[in-house]
């Protein structure tokens, strides 16, 4: 039932872009405001890392005994995942409900997809009592549907990079400009390091806004542990942790964002204030996030089962040059096995700055077609920007699980797959493996 309503208002609000805050601002009053009556919310705006920095403060808030409403998107495998209702994922009828009354109020007026679901989040959140409230911005954030929040207890801005070009504009600046716009008047932003270009545009925002920043590198600062744990210093504290639970050496950094807001709020002057988080919470907190598709190594399901003793398959949804980037470096430590990859992206994104970073450092790799999207890169022509950056095997796949059979017959083994290049193909690849 809850697929086929989903499907309706697909179809009835298309699942499109169209940047604006008066559509979601008159349904949301219609519904009674109820982005006013939140808890203490933590905006969450940036290119890459948003998600694992948000599942990675959700933990940390849960280790300490708080309850948080979370919104994120998209969803990998079931729409609910978007909707974290103090620490609780909806059942369907909760969300058919919501998203019906949400329908009604808008009384057939122009809205998007997006700014349906957004409304139906926060009016869950307005109904039920929790400690805290992050949000996930979808796009951009200056128009993004999540800005609607006149105070929130915290901003923070992860790092930037070029993604979605077409909407926020083809510059760094003009992007970190639409990202910039979650800031607000005299609350502090959690601030990770950026490019100069981006920096510039940020701290002049600020200090136009009269915004105290957290800087990453000034004002806290991780690094690894000898024992591979996290060692994080801010301004106020010192805490020495386990490693991220998360793979990949990046989400030290996530991991870091998420702990500069935890000192943040848990100083006198934070509004409101928070109590001391104690060590084990954070510990236990960092041991617990759970995020899927970020560099996952999938541990069972049908595709797994397909692999020979010794070999590992893994899952990534990073789908910008920035993300690749991020991969390729972390690849390099995986020195011990070949390493192959299943590749699918969507014909929007930038392809050729996806694989550049990334292509040559596969054994080989299989291209394939994200099932049920249009805008997907035909499989052949995957295989081919592959080939342009240096993989010396690249050829398309009818699928997946194709794919994976070939490269188990084809490279000398045991060794590493690695699905990446979409999140939607991520979802797809969640839900096939079981």
């Given amino acids: 039932m809850i697929d086929r309503v989903l499907d309706r208002l697909t179809r009835l609000h298309p699942k499109v872009i169209d940047l604006s805050l008066d559509r979601i601002q008159g349904l949301l009053a219609a519904l009674g405001n109820p982005q006013d009556k939140l808890p203490p919310v933590i905006h969450v705006a940036g290119t890459n890392g948003k998600g694992s920095t948000v599942a990675t403060l959700r933990a940390l808030f849960e280790a300490a005994g708080l309850r948080a409403h979370v919104y994120t998107s998209p969803h990998l495998v079931r729409f609910a995942e978007r909707v974290r209702v103090a620490g609780a994922l909806p059942t369907d009828s909760e969300l058919l409900a919501l998203l019906e009354e949400v329908e009604a109020a808008n009384d057939g007026n122009p809205i998007t997809f997006f700014e349906i679901t957004t409304a139906a989040a926060f009016l869950a959140f307005s109904r039920i009592p929790a400690e805290i409230c992050i949000l996930e911005t979808g796009l951009g954030g200056r128009l993004d549907a999540t800005n609607v929040v006149e105070r929130p207890a915290l901003t923070v801005i992860t790092p930037i990079a070029m993604d ?16 910039a716009g979650i800031m607000k008047r005299g609350v502090a932003c959690v601030l990770a390091k950026q490019g100069r270009k981006a920096a510039k545009v940020l701290e002049a925002r600020s200090s136009e806004l009269g915004v105290p920043l957290i800087r990453e590198g000034e004002d806290f600062f991780a690094r690894t542990a000898a024992d591979g744990g996290l060692i994080y210093r801010g301004k106020t504290v010192e805490w020495s942790l386990p490693a991220p639970k998360l793979a990949g050496s990046f989400q030290y950094r996530n991991t870091a964002l998420a702990l500069a807001c935890i000192e943040r709020l848990s100083r006198t002057e934070a509004v409101p204030p928070f109590p001391d988080f104690p060590d084990g919470a954070l510990a ?3 041991r617990a996030v759970d995020w899927p598709a970020r560099l996952q190594r ?15 398959l893994w899952l990534d949804g990073g789908h ?30 930038d392809v050729d700055g996806y694989l550049e970073p990334l292509a040559a450092r596969f054994h080989s790799l299989r291209s394939v077609a994200i099932p049920g999207e249009a805008a997907s890169l035909a499989a052949e022509d995957g295989a081919a920007a592959a080939s342009r950056h240096f993989c010396l ?24 797959i690695l699905i990446c290049g979409s999140l939607y193909l991520a979802g797809n690849v969640l839900a096939e493996n079981g």
Avoid at 298 to 312: D, T
Avoid at 323 to 345: N, T, Y
């Fill in 164 to 179: 979605h070009e077409s909407f926020l504009g083809g510059r760094i600046e003009a992007i970190a400009a639409e990202k």
């Fill in 284 to 286: 236990l907190g960092i």
């Fill in 298 to 312: 999938l541990s069972r399901g049908a595709l797994v089962e397909m692999l020979p003793e010794g070999w590992e």
């Fill in 320 to 349: 910008n040059p920035h993300a690749a980037e991020a991969l390729a470096q972390h690849a390099r430590s995986w020195r011990d096995k070949p390493l192959a990859g299943v590749f699918g992206i969507l014909s929007t994104k």
């Fill in 393 to 416: 095997d690249a050829k398309p796949a009818d699928s997946v699980a194709a794919a994976v059979a070939e490269l188990v017959n084809t490279v000398p083994g045991p060794a590493r």
